[in-house]
């Protein structure tokens, strides 16, 4: 097994592992004063989690239905704050096996998700600021807002494609082309 089938095959290991987690139907539902910052730090009362295996730990059963988030366990289901995406990815880099290329993301709790099909990108232009906002796909309609340094890692990637007379930049993952924006953005 090649170096990027290896890394998939981990990765998609972790994402069933995460589907059978959010099956959980509980009983007794309610909020909790956890908020998620829009740069990906995690707050209880105010105050920031200083430890890293507990922001895993919630992060582990971390739910979202239409536009809110749950905290989702066996027995509760509470729901949070999330100004942003709940992640962040802060690391991006480019793995070439023979002709078959992959583009995979860590975001900051240490998670990794290559760039596919089901694992696209998507940028919004900032209405106020004109610059891109880029999210990646990671599980269950849960997002990752790509930290700017990697978004200019990925920009340095991109190949520059010409459609309808305009010109994009666009990265290529697993066979598979994604839009970063276009000249005229």
């Given amino acids: 097994m090649s170096g990027i089938e290896q890394l998939i095959a981990s990765i998609e290991a972790s994402e069933i592992e995460h589907s059978a987690r959010l099956e959980w139907k509980p009983r007794q539902q309610g909020e909790i004063d956890i908020r998620i910052a829009a740069d990906g730090n995690w707050y209880h009362e105010g105050r920031k989690f200083q430890r890293e295996s507990l922001t895993k730990l919630f992060a582990g059963v971390l739910r979202r239905e239409n536009d809110e988030y749950f905290l989702i366990t066996p027995v509760e289901k509470l729901r949070i704050e999330v100004e ?9 880099e480019q793995l070439d096996d023979g002709d078959r290329r992959a ?23 900032d209405a106020d600021s004109g610059e891109p906002r880029p999210y990646i796909m990671l599980r269950n309609g849960l997002e990752a807002l790509i930290s700017r340094r990697a978004f200019f890692d990925l920009a340095n990637m991109a190949e520059e494609r010409q ?10 993952s697993m066979g598979e082309e994604f839009e970063l924006g276009s000249s005229d953005e």
């Fill in 84 to 92: 942003d995406a709940p992640f962040v990815a802060t690391l991006v």
């Fill in 163 to 172: 459609r309808d007379g305009r010109d994009y930049l666009v990265v290529t």
């Fill in 103 to 125: 583009i995979v993301f860590t975001t900051n709790i240490g998670e990794r998700i290559v760039l596919d099909r089901e694992h696209p990108i998507r940028v919004e232009i």
